[in-house]
């Protein structure tokens, strides 16, 4: 069978789009700072404090983007090769897995790129060191950090609400909403 055939021709002309862009996403080290540390840089020269904040705030999209499209790529691969080895249970629980990825990565990068592209202007300047006012983005800043690390926890346990998951269906349901609370 053809990729066409199982996901439908639309979403089968993005698989060689995918597999291009993951064949240049190449090995990046991303190194982030320590609140301790970046908290003493910041006090001692807030110019770098913004250029690092930024900076951080890029690697954890970089991050964010490629980790979803290496995860939709291995759900798509599992899909097709179920496909040539009927197993309808397997097939069924890669598909299942494939829409509950895009639903995790629709409810960040519904409005990530957005939100990167209205501040470029303070982007740009934070890296350079010519920003004139400190400037943060909680909202940008927690959206990233729920992608990466947002867990189940325990009933009744105090953690930033970032790090919190929600439930699948709360997931799910950003594919139908216009609603962006993270």
Same mark, same amino acid.
Request: hydrophobic share 45%; glycine share 4%.
């Given at each position: 069978?053809? $990729?066409?055939? +199982?996901?439908?021709?639309?979403?089968?002309?993005?698989?060689?789009?995918?597999?291009?862009?993951?064949?240049?996403?190449?090995?990046?080290?991303?190194?982030?700072?320590?609140?301790?540390?970046?908290?003493?840089?910041?006090?001692?020269?807030?110019?770098?404090?913004? =250029?690092?904040?930024?900076?951080?705030?890029?690697?954890?999209?970089?991050?964010?983007?490629?980790?979803?499209?290496?995860?939709?790529? =291995?759900?798509?691969?599992?899909?097709?090769?179920?496909?040539?080895? $009927?197993?309808?249970?397997?097939?069924?629980?890669?598909? =299942?897995?494939?829409?509950?990825?895009?639903?995790?990565?629709?409810?960040?990068? =519904?409005?990530?790129?957005?939100?990167?592209?209205?501040?470029? #202007?303070?982007?740009?300047?934070?890296?350079?060191?010519?920003?004139?006012?400190? #400037?943060?983005?909680?909202?940008?800043?927690?959206?990233? +950090?729920?992608?990466?690390?947002?867990?189940?926890?325990?009933?009744?346990?105090?953690?930033?609400?970032?790090?919190?998951?929600?439930?699948? #269906?709360?997931?799910?349901?950003?594919?139908?909403?216009?609603?962006?609370?993270?």
């Amino acid at each position: 069978m053809e $990729p066409a055939d +199982i996901l439908g021709p639309a979403a089968a002309s993005h698989i060689p789009i995918i597999a291009d862009v993951l064949d240049g996403i190449g090995e990046h080290k991303y190194e982030f700072m320590s609140p301790g540390e970046f908290a003493i840089v910041a006090k001692d020269d807030w110019l770098e404090g913004q =250029r690092i904040y930024w900076l951080e705030i890029l690697y954890r999209a970089h991050f964010a983007a490629a980790t979803s499209l290496i995860r939709t790529a =291995r759900w798509v691969d599992a899909m097709l090769a179920l496909s040539d080895n $009927p197993n309808l249970t397997a097939f069924s629980s890669a598909y =299942r897995g494939c829409l509950e990825a895009a639903a995790d990565s629709y409810h960040t990068f =519904r409005f990530v790129p957005g939100m990167l592209a209205d501040f470029h #202007t303070v982007i740009r300047a934070a890296l350079a060191k010519t920003i004139e006012q400190p #400037t943060l983005f909680k909202d940008l800043e927690d959206a990233l +950090i729920h992608f990466t690390h947002a867990g189940y926890v325990a009933k009744g346990e105090q953690v930033d609400p970032a790090v919190r998951a929600k439930q699948t #269906t709360d997931y799910l349901k950003s594919l139908t909403t216009e609603s962006v609370d993270v």
